[in-house]
């Protein structure tokens, strides 16, 4: 019997754990006694964000119904965003964000972090019951799919959709949505694009219309994609997805004004995404555009002060606006409030190289040259290298003082770790055209990319020659020389598992190889080879012994 042909009324909602949260003490009340009347026992109750992220931590709530505005500190949707981010709650959790809130900009906020249901005020006992009745049984559906997605098993995912397509005609919508975007991530894009396809043919959907769009983009096909991307928000200026990644299109075709304008008007519409605010700043700092991005950091901040989502980059790069209007205390107040923040060494560095840059464009150079001396130190001091961001800004820094080498050899590292990255190696030549090397910067970009991609080669010749375990030592050399280096992460990975599956499953390889996959994973997440080569690792690993079977053959 499929899920979706339980009956509702057989929903043991007294069994379930519930957690409501509203400021108000009477709203608590209300919605606790019409939980009680559909047979609910296990209630808790909390006043604040604060206090509900607290009980999250705790207990694994089947339902939580969430008010939006929550008074002072976190309102509903950074509770939720916050419980998502931090796994609190199960596959098969419901969350009703329940307000009175009625304006597109709050309500487009919070369905941007998917609640199962967003119901307004006043809400009554038999609407309440026939939503929860809807999703909880949609969730059973989707329980073992979304299980697999957290696991990061996308294929297995991907089976699961088509198993309950068959037997849940009802969801197959939803269904198909999940598989594509499955798909997607896998590294399948055309078995994505029959999935929407298939969507399209029996209703024109703008999100199955965006997920062509979407394999365009992943395909290098920027303009056709833009293209749609543009029809979709003709169709539905609401579709905020649809501006983001027109606006990625235009920065892969090497055109930040247009980015900038398409990032304008999603957060005109939805001024409530941190990650938004932050783009939207970032490229209109590097267009010189200072008065829109001051106004996004300053929103990025205020957005971000009781979310998960907060992020350092709007303090950093406030204080890069206020250098270059000439506020150098305002800066170093912000800089001062990351490091108190956000402490780690990583955000002091940042923290220096910002500063530098802050005495450097408010015309303070003798300051800008002794922060950018203590940093050339630091580098001398540690082999290590920080990220690609990181090591751009201080190749910036170092070159604006009057350091050459330092920020040349950080520039090749970048290169050597992003050798095939086409719009980021234009970026790096125009720094080195800015410091007026641009002909050594030529001639040092070139060198870079080479002497990866012959790092790269060398270790899938071994592989391709059958010399695996002189493969996986040389990739091992090159990991430790280039961290950060897709392609070579991602070969490593595969020698590692074909050595497994030339010589047998070894638990210290496996290890070796989930871990790089994981890197590869938080560097650039959503990369299409990450699913095939997790997938290939999980066939090679023994399934665990089955101490219940043998328990019963003993009996």
């Given amino acids: 019997m499929s899920v979706a042909s339980v009956d509702e009324r057989s929903v043991d909602w007294a069994s379930k754990n519930y957690l409501v949260v509203d400021d108000f003490v009477g709203i608590r009340q209300l919605l606790r006694e019409s939980l009680r009347n559909l047979g609910a026992k296990n209630i808790d109750q909390a006043s604040s964000g604060g206090e509900a992220m607290g009980m999250l931590a705790k207990v694994r709530y089947d339902v939580v119904l969430c008010d939006f505005n929550l008074g002072e500190g976190k309102n509903g949707q950074q509770v939720l965003e916050e419980a998502r981010i931090r796994n609190l709650l199960l596959p098969s959790s419901v969350w009703l964000m329940v307000s009175a809130e009625k304006s597109v900009e709050s309500v487009m906020g919070a369905a941007e972090h998917q609640p199962d249901a967003y119901l307004i005020k006043p809400i009554t006992e038999g609407m309440l019951l026939t939503r929860l009745n809807r999703v909880w049984h949609k969730k059973q559906v989707f329980r073992a799919i979304d299980q697999a997605y957290a696991e990061k098993d996308y294929l297995r995912a991907a089976k699961l959709c088509d198993e309950q397509i068959e037997a849940n005609k009802v969801h197959e919508t939803e269904l198909l949505r999940m598989k594509a ?36 983009m992943a395909n290098g096909e920027h303009e056709q994609a833009r293209q749609i991307f543009q029809g979709v928000i003709a169709e539905n200026r609401n ?14 075709m090497g055109q930040p004004e247009a980015a900038c304008d398409v990032l304008e008007r999603a957060a005109r519409l939805s001024p409530n995404s ?42 950093f790069g406030l ?47 003798r300051r800008a040259r002794k922060a950018g001396d203590e940093l050339e130190e630091m580098l001398n001091a540690d082999p290590a290298r920080p990220d690609t961001a990181t090591c751009i800004e201080l190749a910036t820094l170092l070159f604006a003082v009057g350091v050459k080498d330092a920020p040349a050899e950080l520039l090749c590292y970048v290169i050597r770790n992003n050798h095939d990255n086409i719009l ?20 040092l970009i070139r060198k870079s990319r080479k002497e990866a991609t012959d790092m790269m080669n060398q270790g899938v010749l071994l592989w391709k020659t059958g010399k695996l375990p002189e493969a ?33 499953y070894d638990a210290d390889l496996s290890a070796e190889a989930t871990g ?21 690792l999980a066939a090679l690993t023994p399934a665990p012994p089955d101490h219940a079977a043998d328990e019963a053959a003993q009996d």
């Fill in 319 to 365: 204080a890069r606006v206020c250098g270059q209007k000439n506020e150098t205390k305002e800066a170093l107040l912000l800089l001062a409030a990351a490091r108190r923040d956000f402490p780690d060494e990583d955000i002091e560095l940042r923290a220096k190289i910002t500063e530098g840059l802050v005495y450097h464009e408010s015309g303070d150079f």
């Fill in 424 to 443: 980021l190696l234009d970026e790096v030549q125009r720094i080195f055209d800015k410091a007026r090397l641009g002909d050594e910067g030529e001639l």
């Fill in 274 to 315: 941190v990650q938004r605010q932050r783009r939207l700043g970032e490229v209109s700092l590097k267009l010189g555009n200072i008065g829109v991005a001051e106004k996004a950091f300053r929103k990025c901040i205020s957005i971000g002060e009781y979310s998960v989502t907060k992020t350092v980059d709007a303090y």
């Fill in 181 to 216: 975007a499955l798909m997607l991530k896998s590294g399948e894009p055309e078995k994505a694009r029959e999935a929407y396809e298939r969507v399209l043919k029996e209703r024109e959907y703008q999100w199955a219309r965006a997920g062509l769009a979407k394999i365009r």
């Fill in 472 to 504: 996986v030592a040389w990739m091992r050399d090159a990991r430790a020389a280039l961290p950060n280096n897709l392609r070579i992460l991602f070969n490593a990975a595969q020698i590692l598992i074909s050595h497994m599956q030339a010589h047998g």
């Fill in 516 to 536: 790089v996959l994981l890197h590869v994973d938080k560097i650039q997440p959503g990369q299409q080879r990450f699913a095939q080569l997790m997938e290939q």
């Fill in 239 to 252: 579709y905020i997805d649809a501006y983001d990644q027109m606006a990625l299109a235009h920065q892969h």
